[in-house]
């Protein structure tokens, strides 16, 4: 039988939140899912920015957030169950950067990267997943990096490098823990893209060279790259798949 492919990408009637939702990556899925049919709570510090995201992207309710706070995602998780008693579609965008010398990273730093990039993700999603009434599955996102697969150096950093390896791996015992319950767990892994996050690396030559040498494609990722891997992911396109990793680096981690 041929699948329904059109219907299967359709989030029509189903409830998303997003984190890290006011620039990069993050922006592009909120708009994503809400030309899907979602209605997307978009998640970020910085209420501006979700205000003007908000005003162009109809579906779309902005969250002023920080996920590093249990309060703010208690609120958040709360106001986005009103609509149907639950969440259908989390994704653990929200991130930071760190130093890229690990004799420079004071344990200050550590903590907080992982704090933002692990921690609070992992909160969230336990959040979610116990506010599901019984027999309501859901799709978690979550948002790692190359640099969670192979070193970057001189560009990355330990503390980045290792909350986003350790996002790959707490995705894949999500995934095994909530299985039977409908709940699936992914994550994204994207390579080199032009965002806030990695600010100068597109615009210097010698950087912008070490991408293309280093990505099969010979460039970096360009936007809206990202998006199609996450419908797919956060859809019924994907209803048989759980604990994976789909890399989207124009082949910079197959070599």
């Known amino acids: 039988m041929t699948p329904d492919l059109p219907r299967a990408f359709d989030l029509t009637g189903r409830v998303a939140v997003v984190t890290g939702a006011s620039s990069g990556l993050g922006d592009g899925f909120a708009r994503t899912l809400a030309a899907a049919g979602a209605t997307v709570f978009a998640a970020a510090r910085r209420a501006d920015r979700l205000t003007s995201l908000a005003a162009e992207v109809p579906g779309l309710v902005p969250v002023e957030c920080d996920v590093t706070v249990a309060e703010d995602r208690a609120r958040l998780v709360a ?25 420079t990273e ?11 990039n692990l921690s609070a993700g992992f909160h969230l999603s336990v959040a979610v997943v116990s506010g599901l009434p019984e027999g309501r599955g859901a799709s978690i996102v979550n948002v790692s990096s190359v640099v969670g697969l192979v070193s970057t150096a ?14 790959i791996g707490t995705t894949r015992e999500l995934a095994g823990q909530w ?14 893209f032009d965002t806030e996050m990695t600010a100068g690396l597109f615009t210097n030559e010698k950087s912008a060279g070490w991408v293309r040498r280093g990505t099969m494609l010979g460039r970096g990722g360009r936007e809206g790259e990202v998006d199609g891997a996450l419908l797919f992911l956060a859809s019924d396109a994907s209803s048989y798949v759980t604990g994976h ?6 082949g910079w981690t197959a070599r």
């Open 79 to 103: 106001a986005a169950s009103e609509i149907n008693g639950g969440i259908d579609v989390l994704v653990n965008n929200a991130g930071r950067a760190g130093p890229p010398d690990a004799l």
């Open 106 to 116: 004071s344990a200050d730093e550590f903590d907080a990267i992982l704090g933002v």
């Open 154 to 167: 001189p560009i990355g950093g330990a503390g980045y490098a290792a909350s986003k390896a350790a996002v």
């Open 179 to 192: 299985g039977r319950r409908g709940v699936r767990v992914n994550a994204i892994v994207p390579g080199w």
């Open 245 to 250: 990793v789909l890399t989207v680096d124009g």
